[in-house]
């Protein structure tokens, strides 16, 4: 688009600013509503401003940003919150530690994995767009460059007589919205499923819990 350093990111401050709400409203929820049911409801929230990445190109692109990152920002922090709770909720104190651990491994390894699988699928996407759409008249080493990254590309394109560099910096920018498009694509199908993993399997818990309670307590009496 663009934007300076700056600008992009007082761009993002309305996500953070939501972020912080999600936080701050999770707890409060907890008290009316089943967790599973709002870690779900934070997820399928979280996928819809996913699936707002998907309209990132022409015009529009921007407001898709922002608007998908501050929805994101509120569903899946509000997840975080209550998520955390349960495993250290369902932890003894004598295994807080432990429990804090598997909480925040889990958390770094999902986040891990999603920079490595799914910007290697984004990577993949791009390049290939490159591909086939590059037109003639450019060098092997601009051609690699340009397929590399969309920085990369736009630092060539600079560099290249008109009109072919502004029709190569278009084909980028496409291709990298392309690419975007396809990966949140990919996160949103996944975040619901996710969710209704989390539906299933959460609830499966509290019932046993209730059953578990109810058999205890004729023994206890």
Partial sequence: LGLSPLQAGISLLPS????????????????????????????????????????VGGASALAAIIAGFVVMSIGFSGTMTLTTDAIMSAAPPERAGAASGISETSAELGMALGVAVLGSIGTASYRSSMERQLPVGISNEATE???????????????LPEPLGGQVATIAKDAFSDSLALVSGICAVMVIATSIVILILLRRVDASSVDETSRQTPAAA
Avoid: C, D, W, Y
């Fill in 145 to 159: 460059s340009v397929r590399a990254t969309l920085a990369e590309a736009l630092a060539v394109t600079a560099r």
């Fill in 16 to 55: 953070n600013v939501a972020g912080i709400a999600g936080t701050m409203l999770a707890p409060f929820l907890a008290r009316r509503f089943k967790i599973h049911h709002l870690i779900a409801a934070g997820m399928l929230l979280g996928a819809a401003g996913i699936g707002a990445l998907t309209q």
